[in-house]
């Protein structure tokens, strides 16, 4: 049977290698030193590139070498395609026919570029330009490794402002009224805005509070779901359902008796206003709305007779010299005389914007500071600009001019996220991994020195930290709309992404953002996509019309989160140099079995969508580094080899099973892992294979429902685990909970402790959260002092024996944040908050109103809360 098919193949390929054919055969054939060759030439493609760019950036470069510019990047994108192609047939060449004709195609593209870097190169030197002193990558060095912390940030030239909208927002009429916040973009409506939204006062004020960013491209229905999210706590999968007529009366009812806030950040649209205003009941509650623009006639579209229009102006000379002086000198915040007077030009120049003024201090940082080198700063700003906003995204311009080398792309990625949209550092950090824009370094792991790009790209004021955890830690970050305009800009032009609004979008990047529902974009060079972010509801359709006609096939990075996509073509094996694939939050209930063939694959996410056992081989996915698979309902079944996956560092949502159990001690590099479902007689087992998990930082182990205990007696942890949840049935803590000397985060669920165990965690030197959900079965619990030095969230839920909590003064001194939740016994405060100098919000869900009536001003327990600056109660959750 097999002569026929020999037989055929030899006739097919015999052109390819018969002497008389050399010249288009076996000279043609791409080999691994041809490939060595291009991969050279890329790489100095790319420093020239680099060269001219900053030249073009710093206006320096003519319409010619704009032109050249566009034919180098032309010529660099067809490298890297080809590079990639022969990677792939390396790795999956199983064909000889097609892999014999893949090379040959291949080597005559490579001698095509060959040809035109000849043409190109004898015209080098009319576009030749000096070579920039190159930026040091010693910026790298000495950062803090996994762990960035984030210090709070004074805000100069604002209170007069925040206490004037203060007053506003929290005057003593009943109608509802409208306050509208102008000023041109950069100058601070958005941090002032927010820091009215938070402020103490304005929560303990109004019965919900919500924050809506409109943005010149957002529709009413979306202004609608996130009002009945952020007002009515209405989930999102039921809100996505609800027409805009039905979401109209919905708000209209619903809030109907409400005392309620709401901002609406950066409104553009006059019409989108007057839409908005009619769903919002005017009744006599006194409730407030906050708008925030850059239009003024926005602003006026809202007054009234009850409404106030704040404009914003820049910051003043003075508050501008010392915001900058505060970013540029980070000693002392003073500036040396010599630099003074080229400093104060450098900040007039920033037209008292603080987005510009912070961007230009970071900058500045860096700089030698002699002034010499601040003047040539300040020679690239623009001096002939007669527009203040040009001469602010000139400033900005220079920020981004003045990154490392590895950094712009890391920038420019952030692109492609949506307006005012929050992204977590995890998230980013993989996504920067797989697009490879992380520099290999033997000393740490890839995520550590993605963590180190994210810190440099917020020390510069690039990039905003959005949330904090509670250890300091980024959680999540943004990008201010000025910023996100110049990485749209700058990506546009230099083909990194697009953005695709209208549709039918025509598509020439390596990068695509999908962002409106129902769009599509055509197949002109769809084969330079390396990366797909879809933000609408077209991924189903996009998906199979572009994976099945192979598309994608050079895609590295794919990622669906939230959208309406019911199943993955089989064809998705395909995909080669697939990296990243974020599937979070779809409708997916299987993964085809032809996801084995994703040997490139290092991170997998499908966290909270319908799918319950992976069906294909997961022992292939050798490169894979993060397998996200919780839940929340269920776990998810794995079949044998993952002991196979020496690059595994994160594994969650795992159903335990005694096979699971025996590999996970063959994953050295694991450093989370949650397992779920475990049986008590696996549980030795466990504690086993867990003692060769030497980097493991944070655990999380649930019991499968009707098991009598969870036995951890033999568990010995990593002395550098941080974060632990157990939920199941403990009866006592184990011994070893007092080695705990590096944990941050603790959850306790379901654990029926019989004891107090307060008196054992208060020894834990350095943990900052502590969660009791249904943990404690006794009537008395007590925080001795010392105790808890560093302790900043503190959660008790459902503690249902629970009558009385004391707390020794001294104990807690570092205390933030109290959620007592459903203790329907405990009818008192606990004893000695009012000690608790440090805490700002106490919130109290489902509590007995004998428990509540003592909290008012008249109240037997207001003296121990009078000093609490938030008191949040909620009846019952949701």
Same mark, same amino acid.
């Given at each position: 049977?097999?002569?026929?098919?020999?037989?055929?193949?030899?006739?097919?390929? $015999?052109?390819?290698?018969?002497?008389?054919?050399?010249?288009? @055969?076996?000279?043609?054939?791409?080999?691994?030193?041809?490939?060595?060759?291009?991969?050279?030439?890329?790489?100095?493609?790319?420093?020239?590139?680099?060269?001219?760019?900053?030249?073009?950036?710093?206006?320096?470069?003519?319409?010619?070498?704009?032109?050249?510019?566009?034919?180098?990047?032309?010529?660099?994108?067809?490298?890297?395609?080809?590079?990639?192609?022969?990677?792939?047939?390396?790795?999956?060449?199983?064909?000889?026919?097609?892999?014999?004709?893949?090379?040959?195609?291949?080597?005559?593209?490579?001698?095509?570029?060959?040809?035109?870097?000849?043409?190109?190169?004898?015209?080098?030197?009319?576009?030749?330009?000096? *070579?920039?002193?190159?930026?040091?990558? *010693?910026?790298?060095?000495? #950062?803090?490794?996994?762990?960035?912390?984030?210090?709070?940030?004074?805000?100069? @030239?604002?209170? *007069?402002?925040?206490?004037?909208?203060?007053?506003?927002?929290?005057?003593?009429?009943?109608?509802?009224?409208?306050?509208?916040?102008?000023?041109?973009?950069?100058?601070?409506?958005?941090?002032?805005?927010?820091?009215?939204?938070?402020?103490?006062?304005?929560?303990?004020?109004?019965?919900?509070?919500?924050?809506?960013?409109?943005?010149?491209?957002?529709?009413?229905?979306?202004?609608?779901?996130?009002?009945?999210?952020?007002?009515?706590?209405?989930?999102?999968?039921?809100?996505?359902?609800?027409?805009?007529?039905?979401?109209?009366?919905?708000?209209?009812?619903?809030?109907?008796?409400?005392?309620?806030?709401?901002?609406?950040?950066?409104?553009?649209?006059?019409?989108?206003?007057?839409?908005?205003?009619?769903?919002?009941?005017?009744?006599?509650?006194?409730?407030?709305?906050?708008?925030?623009?850059?239009?003024?006639?926005?602003?006026?579209?809202?007054?009234?007779?009850?409404?106030?229009?704040?404009?914003?102006?820049?910051?003043?000379?003075?508050?501008?010299?010392?915001?900058?002086? %505060?970013?540029?000198?980070?000693?002392?915040?003073?500036?040396?005389?010599?630099?003074?007077?080229?400093?104060?030009?450098?900040?007039?120049?920033?037209?008292?914007?603080?987005?510009?003024?912070?961007?230009?201090?970071?900058?500045?940082?860096? /700089?030698? /500071?002699?002034?010499?080198?601040?003047?040539?700063?300040?020679?690239?700003?623009?001096?002939?600009?007669?527009?203040?906003?040009?001469?602010?995204?000139?400033?900005?311009?220079? !920020?981004?001019?003045?990154?490392?080398?590895?950094?712009?792309?890391?920038?420019?990625?952030?692109?492609?996220?949506?307006?005012?949209?929050?992204? !977590?550092?995890?998230?980013?950090?993989?996504?920067?991994?797989?697009?490879?824009?992380?520099?290999?370094?033997?000393?740490?792991?890839?995520?550590?020195?993605?963590?180190?790009?994210?810190?440099?790209?917020?020390?510069?004021?690039?990039?905003?930290?959005?949330?904090?955890?509670?250890?300091?830690?980024?959680?999540?970050?943004?990008?201010?709309?000025?910023?996100?305009?110049?990485?749209?800009?700058?990506?546009?032009?230099?083909?990194?992404?697009?953005?695709?609004?209208?549709?039918?979008?025509?598509?020439?990047?390596?990068?695509?953002?999908?962002?409106?529902?129902?769009?599509?974009?055509?197949?002109?060079?769809?084969?330079?996509?390396?990366?797909?972010?879809?933000?609408?509801?077209?991924?189903?359709?996009?998906?199979?019309?572009?994976?099945? $006609?192979?598309?994608?096939?050079?895609?590295?990075?794919?990622?669906?989160?939230?959208?309406?996509?019911?199943?993955?073509?089989?064809?998705?094996?395909?995909?080669?140099?697939?990296?990243?694939?974020?599937?979070?939050?779809?409708?997916?209930?299987?993964?085809?079995?032809?996801?084995?063939?994703?040997?490139?694959?290092?991170?997998?996410?499908?966290?909270?969508?319908?799918?319950?056992?992976?069906?294909?081989?997961?022992?292939?996915?050798?490169?894979?580094?993060?397998?996200?698979?919780?839940?929340?309902?269920?776990?998810?079944?794995?079949?044998?080899?993952?002991?196979?996956?020496?690059?595994?560092?994160?594994?969650?949502?795992?159903?335990?099973?005694?096979?699971?159990?025996?590999?996970?001690?063959?994953?050295?590099?694991?450093?989370?892992?949650?397992?779920?479902?475990? %049986?008590?007689?696996?549980?030795?087992?466990?504690?086993?294979?867990?003692?060769?998990?030497?980097?493991?930082?944070?655990?999380?182990?649930?019991?499968?429902?009707?098991?009598?205990?969870?036995?951890?007696?033999?568990?010995?942890?990593?002395?550098?685990?941080?974060?632990?949840?157990?939920?199941?049935?403990?009866?006592?803590?184990?011994?070893?909970?007092?080695?705990?000397?590096?944990?941050?985060?603790?959850?306790?669920?379901?654990?029926? #402790?019989?004891?107090?165990?307060?008196?054992?965690?208060?020894? #834990?030197?350095?943990?900052?959260?502590?969660?009791?959900?249904?943990?404690?079965?006794?009537?008395?619990?007590?925080?001795?002092?010392? @105790?808890?030095?560093?302790?900043?969230?503190?959660?008790?839920?459902?503690?249902?024996?629970?009558?009385?909590?004391?707390?020794?003064?001294?104990?807690?001194?570092?205390?933030?944040?109290?959620?007592?939740?459903?203790?329907?016994?405990?009818?008192?405060?606990?004893?000695?908050?009012?000690?608790?100098?440090?805490?700002?919000?106490?919130?109290?869900?489902?509590?007995?109103?004998?428990?509540?009536?003592?909290?008012?001003?008249?109240?037997?327990?207001?003296?121990?809360?009078?000093?609490?600056?938030?008191?949040?109660?909620?009846?019952?959750?949701?």
């Amino acid at each position: 049977m097999a002569e026929p098919v020999l037989v055929s193949l030899i006739q097919a390929i $015999a052109p390819l290698l018969t002497s008389t054919a050399t010249d288009q @055969g076996r000279q043609l054939l791409a080999t691994g030193r041809d490939v060595g060759w291009l991969r050279d030439e890329l790489h100095n493609m790319q420093n020239f590139l680099h060269e001219m760019e900053v030249s073009r950036i710093e206006g320096k470069g003519s319409m010619a070498t704009e032109a050249w510019i566009g034919q180098m990047r032309d010529i660099m994108l067809d490298s890297e395609d080809i590079i990639d192609i022969f990677d792939a047939g390396h790795v999956d060449g199983c064909c000889v026919l097609g892999h014999l004709r893949t090379r040959h195609d291949l080597g005559v593209q490579i001698r095509r570029i060959q040809t035109q870097l000849s043409d190109i190169s004898r015209r080098r030197t009319e576009y030749a330009v000096q *070579r920039p002193t190159e930026v040091s990558d *010693r910026w790298i060095h000495g #950062l803090l490794a996994s762990s960035p912390l984030v210090h709070d940030k004074d805000i100069i @030239g604002l209170d *007069r402002d925040l206490a004037m909208l203060l007053r506003y927002i929290l005057d003593d009429g009943m109608e509802l009224s409208v306050v509208s916040l102008v000023g041109m973009g950069g100058v601070g409506k958005t941090t002032l805005a927010k820091k009215v939204y938070n402020h103490p006062d304005v929560k303990k004020h109004f019965d919900r509070c919500s924050w809506i960013y409109v943005s010149n491209t957002m529709e009413l229905g979306n202004v609608l779901r996130e009002l009945a999210k952020g007002l009515m706590r209405i989930p999102s999968g039921e809100v996505s359902s609800l027409s805009e007529k039905q979401l109209q009366e919905l708000l209209l009812s619903g809030l109907d008796n409400k005392r309620f806030f709401v901002v609406f950040d950066d409104v553009w649209d006059t019409g989108l206003w007057d839409v908005i205003k009619l769903v919002l009941p005017r009744k006599d509650h006194g409730s407030k709305v906050l708008v925030t623009t850059r239009n003024a006639v926005v602003a006026d579209s809202v007054v009234d007779t009850k409404s106030h229009v704040h404009r914003l102006p820049p910051l003043s000379s003075e508050d501008s010299w010392n915001l900058f002086c %505060k970013k540029a000198f980070l000693q002392d915040g003073m500036c040396p005389d010599g630099l003074k007077e080229t400093a104060k030009v450098i900040v007039k120049k920033c037209n008292g914007l603080p987005l510009a003024i912070v961007a230009a201090g970071s900058m500045m940082s860096r /700089r030698e /500071r002699t002034d010499t080198a601040w003047r040539h700063v300040l020679d690239n700003i623009q001096t002939d600009l007669s527009n203040s906003k040009m001469e602010v995204q000139q400033t900005l311009l220079l !920020s981004y001019v003045d990154l490392p080398r590895p950094l712009k792309p890391c920038f420019l990625l952030l692109s492609v996220i949506p307006y005012d949209s929050e992204i !977590s550092r995890k998230k980013l950090v993989r996504l920067w991994i797989a697009e490879g824009f992380v520099k290999e370094n033997a000393d740490e792991t890839l995520e550590i020195s993605a963590e180190k790009y994210l810190m440099e790209l917020i020390n510069r004021s690039m990039v905003e930290v959005a949330i904090v955890s509670c250890s300091g830690r980024v959680k999540a970050c943004r990008v201010h709309d000025l910023l996100h305009d110049l990485a749209i800009f700058l990506s546009k032009n230099d083909r990194f992404s697009t953005i695709c609004h209208e549709k039918d979008a025509s598509v020439s990047d390596r990068r695509i953002s999908l962002q409106t529902s129902g769009v599509s974009f055509s197949n002109r060079n769809k084969k330079r996509l390396r990366s797909v972010f879809m933000f609408s509801n077209s991924a189903q359709d996009v998906l199979e019309c572009n994976i099945v $006609a192979r598309s994608f096939r050079l895609v590295r990075v794919l990622d669906l989160e939230d959208g309406n996509v019911l199943e993955l073509p089989n064809e998705i094996g395909g995909l080669l140099h697939l990296r990243y694939l974020g599937l979070r939050g779809t409708k997916l209930k299987k993964l085809p079995r032809t996801l084995h063939k994703l040997h490139q694959l290092q991170t997998l996410d499908i966290r909270r969508t319908h799918i319950k056992k992976i069906t294909f081989e997961i022992s292939c996915l050798r490169n894979l580094r993060h397998l996200e698979m919780k839940q929340g309902d269920h776990s998810i079944h794995v079949p044998i080899g993952l002991d196979l996956l020496y690059n595994l560092q994160v594994l969650t949502g795992l159903q335990a099973s005694a096979t699971v159990i025996h590999e996970i001690s063959n994953i050295p590099k694991l450093k989370k892992l949650s397992i779920e479902d475990l %049986k008590n007689g696996d549980a030795e087992k466990l504690c086993s294979s867990l003692k060769n998990l030497k980097e493991l930082l944070y655990l999380s182990i649930f019991l499968s429902d009707g098991t009598d205990s969870l036995d951890l007696a033999t568990f010995k942890p990593s002395s550098c685990l941080q974060k632990l949840h157990l939920s199941g049935s403990l009866r006592a803590l184990p011994d070893w909970f007092s080695q705990l000397h590096s944990l941050t985060k603790l959850r306790l669920s379901f654990s029926q #402790l019989q004891d107090d165990p307060l008196p054992i965690l208060v020894r #834990l030197p350095n943990l900052l959260f502590l969660q009791l959900n249904r943990a404690y079965q006794g009537r008395v619990m007590k925080c001795y002092c010392p @105790g808890f030095s560093k302790l900043k969230i503190f959660i008790i839920t459902e503690l249902e024996g629970l009558e009385e909590w004391d707390v020794e003064e001294g104990a807690m001194p570092s205390i933030q944040e109290v959620w007592i939740m459903l203790c329907s016994k405990l009818t008192t405060v606990p004893s000695g908050f009012q000690s608790l100098a440090t805490l700002q919000r106490l919130r109290l869900v489902g509590m007995p109103s004998s428990f509540l009536c003592r909290l008012g001003e008249h109240g037997d327990d207001f003296i121990r809360v009078k000093h609490i600056p938030s008191i949040e109660i909620i009846p019952r959750l949701g």
